[in-house]
């Protein structure tokens, strides 16, 4: 199954509840479920972004769901990537012309 890796800033909104986001993250958690994506890891982190989200789902329009009703709540912004591990990279650079 693809796996995604979700980068997350919380908003000014989203930062003024900052208390609130381990509800709002339960919340998120049963929102993946229903559009069909798999939340595997929720890190908080330093740096460029606050949260990274490790998911899995069958293609990236149930990402882009997630993304676009996360987003839509006003509390985060998200910036999603597709991430290969390392057999599939190799075998992807194998494969090259």
Known sequence: MPTFIIAIN???QGIR???DSPKRRDAAKELAKKVGVDLKQVYL??????????????QMDNVTKLALALGSMGNV???TSVAWTEPEWTKLISELP
């Open 77 to 79: 912004r998200t910036s």
């Open 45 to 58: 982190t330093t740096g460029e972004h606050d949260l990274l989200v490790i998911a899995e789902a069958p």
């Open 17 to 19: 509840t900052v208390k």
């Open 10 to 12: 919380w908003t000014d």
